[in-house]
């Protein structure tokens, strides 16, 4: 009963149109008055939720983002990544995909990648004749990739709610399969280009090459200083988040000279305005998995999917697909909040590493980001191309198919994603 009353609490008041964080508080405030645990107990557990220095990487993270959207990183990356493979058929679409897996290094969020890479590409697309929705569509996907490649925050809190699971060894795992979504994307957009003639790039000068090889150059060491000290023990992602911060400054600050110091209490009220969401969320999640636990609604939802059946592909497969229809409704950082306390332990049955499992549930809920109804990403790109969900889908479904075909990779063959973490990590 008190799990039923959890579960419908939430739906009810999330189709209220009650904020993700804020419904599931009240889930858990509701459900905890059908037992015989005290109330006060609901809020000990959303303050211990975030008394964690791991969660301190999260706000620094985030600001590192939004100094270098802000900071004119977005346009030298694209700049770069268009001497790289703009002269290919249709290379702004490859482009858009290159941008985006450069920019996922730095900003580790896939509406701040829409956001810059967006609003420097699409206008650009435009111009040179490819089809709006295209242009969208290419945009939206590519984003995505800023979760899988590290440095990423929804890997920071999967670490954190799946019990603390190594952030190095995810960062580690991320890799591969970050790249391998980038190389899908760019070959449905190279064929889409191909056959329908869009333009390539003249070979741009030496003299040009060289000074966006050098302007790119520095915004890209950060992405070699964090993730290599990371993964080498030099220091903790909390610690490389702080550094990020410093270089960010410096960089957009002094070197570039774009982001000019009265635009920092903008650029701070917006990281304060996004990480009061995120902590919040973890909070009341926390408190919702408590209730849970007491339930033992884990326990039981693992017990059922083991009677339907006690193969490991298909309770695999129906995992992804719970996760799928899941990420058409949720965000993605309430998914793994609430859904990893739930599927883990399945997966730890079926003698799965933790890591990849997390690599798994991102690939996964990336689809989510992008698909109706509920896709955040989707609404920035639509916002973007001043176009529709009804126009966009046909050539959306073209880049999420690629984006399948990897969840897949990920779920069923390991050493996708732990070839990288044993290789580095093994003692």
């Known amino acids: 009963m008190v799990s039923l009353i959890l579960l419908g609490t939430f739906i009810i008041t999330l189709f209220m149109g009650i904020p993700v964080a804020f419904s599931v508080g009240i889930a858990a405030l509701v459900a905890i008055l059908f037992t015989n645990v005290p109330i006060f107990v609901i809020f000990q557990r959303m303050f211990g939720g975030v008394d964690s220095f791991t969660l301190l990487a999260i706000p620094f993270f985030i600001f590192m983002g939004n100094v270098m959207e802000r900071g004119g990183i977005a346009r030298r990356i694209v700049d770069f990544a268009n001497i790289l493979i703009g002269q290919i058929q249709g290379g702004l ?99 889409v280009s191909v056959r329908r003639g869009y333009p390539r790039h003249p070979r741009p000068s030496l003299k040009e090459i060289v000074r966006t090889v050098r302007d790119a150059g520095l915004s890209l060491v950060i992405v070699v200083v964090i993730v290599g000290g990371i ?46 969401i995120v902590i919040f969320l973890i909070a009341t999640s926390t408190a919702f998995s408590y209730v849970m ?55 730890l049955k079926l003698g799965m590493d933790p890591v990849h499992f997390g690599i798994m549930i991102l690939v996964n809920l990336c689809i989510g980001l992008v698909t109706p109804p509920v896709g955040a990403v989707l609404f920035v790109g639509l916002s973007l191309g001043q176009t529709t969900m009804t126009k966009v889908i046909k050539p959306l479904l073209l880049f999420i198919f690629p984006m399948l075909i990897v969840l897949l990779l990920v779920t069923y063959i390991e050493p996708i994603t732990m070839t990288f973490p044993r290789l580095l990590f093994s003692r």
């Open 293 to 347: 636990a007491v339930e033992r609604v884990p326990q039981a939802i693992t017990d059922f999917l083991l009677s339907i059946t006690q193969n490991k592909y298909l309770l695999l497969l129906i995992i992804n697909i719970m996760l799928l229809i899941v990420g058409m409704f949720m965000d993605m950082s309430p998914a793994i909040l609430i859904f990893t306390p739930i599927l883990l332990p399945i997966a």
């Open 231 to 276: 993964l080498g023990g030099v220091f903790t992602a909390t610690e490389a988040a702080v550094f990020g911060v410093v270089y960010a400054l410096f960089l957009t600050v002094f070197v570039y000279k774009d982001l000019k110091p009265k635009d920092l209490p903008e650029v701070m009220l917006k990281t304060i305005q996004t990480t009061a």
């Open 93 to 191: 679409a490859a482009v858009n995909v290159l941008a985006s897996m450069f920019f996922a290094g730095i900003s580790g969020s896939a509406v701040a990648d829409t956001s810059s890479i967006g609003a420097i590409l699409i206008p650009m697309m435009n111009e040179e004749g490819y089809e709006k929705n295209f242009t969208v569509a290419v945009t939206i996907t590519s984003s995505t990739i800023g979760l899988i490649i590290p440095p990423s925050n929804p890997m920071i809190l999967y670490s954190f709610v799946a019990g603390g699971v190594s952030i190095a060894q995810l960062f580690a795992a991320g890799f591969i399969p970050g790249v391998m979504v980038g190389i899908g994307l760019m070959i449905v957009g190279f064929i």
